[in-house]
């Protein structure tokens, strides 16, 4: 019954900006920590940042100063503002609990190229 929705992904040059959102149904959003995950292809899955219930923040040190997490629990959704992007950044994105106890959505991609 729990559904999770990624969107936003595209095509960004290098040093662009993208935003992800996550939309969450069928929980009571607010009483989960969050987190955001991608997988590149070849590589498993990493984790890429958290957000807790009390809107603390956690990141993978690659993304540390250039990714900010954000919540809005009225609208059931987690963000992913990304900044100077990548070419490395370019994976498949995913969000899901902290500790993946969710069904896994379908991701949003996300290419940096020139």
């Known amino acids: 019954q729990v559904q999770l929705v990624e969107s936003g992904g595209g095509l960004v040059q290098p040093g662009g900006s993208l935003r992800l959102s996550c939309v969450a149904s069928g929980i009571i959003f607010g009483r989960y920590n969050m987190a955001w995950y991608r997988q590149a292809p070849g590589k498993q899955r990493e984790w890429v940042a958290t957000?807790?219930?009390?809107?603390?923040?956690m990141y993978t040190d690659s993304v540390k100063g250039r990714f900010i997490i954000s919540r809005v629990n009225a609208n059931n959704t987690v963000y992913l503002q990304m900044n100077s992007l990548k070419p490395e950044d370019t994976a498949l994105y995913y969000c899901?609990?902290?500790?993946?106890?969710?069904?896994w959505g379908q991701g949003t991609q996300v290419t940096v190229s020139s």
């Open positions: 957000i807790t219930t009390g809107n603390s923040a």
């Open positions: 899901n609990h902290p500790s993946s106890i969710f069904r």
